[in-house]
């Protein structure tokens, strides 16, 4: 990272770097989220779309959405356990990226994050498939200099909800939001105008203040924005370190057996058969 792009940086709250990221790398897990839904899709509608077409798959995965939303659910946590997925968020490309802007002893915030955003894949016309104006540290509650990165696995412009930031908000400090959680948006008046439209290559990344307001742009195209999130704390950021290393992310298990009754005896050892 140059000098220029540091202090860039510290003054905007973000840097759109291109071609930062090996588009293999990118490709090989878009292309296994969209073979693991297929699969899922294969059981469900009795026939496996072709991930290499993408009009064919995401039709499919509208399908998949309106005839089973459970499975579709589950599924979309799943792709957000992927090998691929996680060894990139430890990968010396990345670590480069958040080193250089000076993040001293990075360590994982919370787990990568895949979105597939589009109006299709809601319910009842909601607008959850896309986040209004937001910081990320409000969820995080992590370092001063926490980072976050984010890029699509498919060119994104404004027609297909790219993100869309306000440059140098990250220096206003923590604005006032309805809750904590995902689903919480800034309450502060805030000017359409001051948002600028962020644009990407397969490639590209965004790396950006966890203080940096931003919002999802409006996919207003027939296709899903895949998207991933990565963010990362600085385990020798004073107040982080004096604040006990605050952890605000639960991660447990549900209560109930997804399945109830399921397995009986003769399933388990047919597979140690
Ligand atoms: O990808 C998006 O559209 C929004 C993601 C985002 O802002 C977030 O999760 O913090």
Do not use: C
């Amino acid at each position: 990272m140059s000098a220029e792009q540091i202090e860039q940086f510290k003054k905007d709250g973000f840097l759109l770097l291109k071609n930062a990221l090996d588009k293999t790398v990118i490709e090989d897990i878009y292309r296994e989220a969209r073979e693991i839904f297929a699969l899922q899709i294969e059981k469900v509608l009795g026939r496996k779309p072709d991930v290499e077409n993408r009009d064919e798959f995401e039709k499919a995965m509208y399908a998949f959405f309106n005839t089973d939303f459970d499975a579709f659910v589950s599924t979309g946590k799943t792709v957000q356990h992927t090998i691929q997925l996680h060894k990139l968020g430890t990968s010396r490309d990345i670590l480069d990226l958040i080193e250089g802007i000076g993040i001293e002893k990075p360590s994982i915030a919370v787990r990568p994050a895949m979105q597939f955003n589009s109006r299709y894949l809601s319910k009842d016309g909601s607008t959850h498939w896309k986040l209004g104006a937001h910081q990320d540290w409000r969820t995080g509650q992590g370092s001063l200099d926490s980072v976050v990165i984010w890029f699509p696995m498919v060119p994104a412009s404004e027609e297909i909800g790219a993100l869309q930031v306000i440059p140098g908000s990250h220096t206003a400090g923590l604005m006032q939001a309805n809750t904590t959680g995902y689903a919480g948006y800034i309450t502060d008046n805030l000017k359409d105008e001051d948002f600028i439209q962020t644009e990407y290559e397969v490639g590209d990344v965004l790396i950006f203040s966890a203080f940096l307001i931003h919002r999802s742009g409006n996919n207003v195209s027939p296709n899903i924005r895949w998207s991933v999130q990565l963010r990362y704390n600085n385990l020798a950021e004073p107040t982080f370190i004096e604040r006990g290393y605050p952890m605000p992310y639960i991660y447990k298990p549900q209560e109930e057996l997804v399945t109830p009754g399921f397995p009986s005896a003769e399933q388990v050892k047919e597979v140690y058969a």
